[in-house]
């Protein structure tokens, strides 16, 4: 004869994970179960993280070549210093013509003044303005008059192509006025002719040679 536990457990249902169902137990002297808690299965296993993709390396710097001493410069083959001396020279040359032009208006301005012209008919004659008739017969008067100066001389050699051994000759025959401290309160100098052999030489309208042959004929003053 079989046993009771023994038959109970044979019993026993089975769950869908596998595991046993444990039957609740009976109490006999209540003739009711009590109700127990089933055992449930694992849960579902956690995804891990995905790995970072790894830092690519950085390429190695390549090391600069060594400096080979002693090597001669190699100049790029461009015509840009020919070029810009062109320009140098064509705006030397427009500037040289600007200043002519307004010294020869300059002249006949005054020209027209010393025959009577009134500074309204002359600014007429001119197509300018009457102060500008008035500033340029100002400056004529500070210039010494209607008389060919250094500046005009050397512009028009430049200009015309004279040749630069005539140019020199005439500078170094010619009466100069040096500069001189302004009268008055306020200090300051007035300029004169030689000046305006000094600029000529900066501008490059007088090479360093020709100058110098001009200074040492006329001796100027140290400034």
């Given amino acids: 004869m079989a046993r009771p536990d ?3 457990k044979a019993k026993q249902p ?11 137990p009976v109490d006999r002297r209540a003739g009711t179960t ?6 449930v299965g694992p849960g579902p296993k956690k995804t891990p993280p995905p790995k970072k993709a790894p830092v690519p390396k950085k390429a190695p710097i390549a090391k600069k070549a060594p400096a080979v001493k002693n090597a001669p410069a ?3 083959a461009t015509g840009g210093g020919v070029e810009l001396q062109r320009i140098r020279e064509g705006a030397a040359i427009r500037r040289a013509q600007a200043r002519l032009l307004h010294l020869d208006e300059m002249h006949d301005a005054l020209r027209l003044a010393d025959a009577g012209v009134s500074q309204r008919d002359i600014a007429e004659a001119l197509q300018t303005t009457q102060p500008r008739v008035h500033r340029m017969l100002k400056a ?3 210039r010494g008059g209607d008389r060919v100066t250094p500046e005009e001389i050397i512009l028009r050699a430049n200009l015309e192509g004279t040749d630069r051994n005539q140019l020199v000759n005439r500078l170094r025959a010619m009466t100069y006025s040096f500069r001189e401290h302004a009268p008055g309160q306020v200090d300051g ?6 000046d305006q052999v000094r600029m000529a030489a900066r501008s490059g309208l ?5 100058y110098e042959r001009v200074r040492e004929t006329v001796r100027p003053p140290k400034a």
Avoid at 14 to 24: H, I, P, S
Avoid at 34 to 39: A, I, N, R, S, V
């Fill in 189 to 194: 100098v007035v300029s004169g002719t030689w």
């Fill in 34 to 39: 009590q109700p127990t808690y089933l055992k």
């Fill in 140 to 142: 004529m008067s500070a």
């Fill in 74 to 76: 190699v100049k790029k």
């Fill in 6 to 8: 023994v038959a109970r």
């Fill in 206 to 210: 007088l090479t360093k040679r020709e």
């Fill in 14 to 24: 089975v769950g869908k994970t596998g595991a046993r169902k444990k039957a609740a």
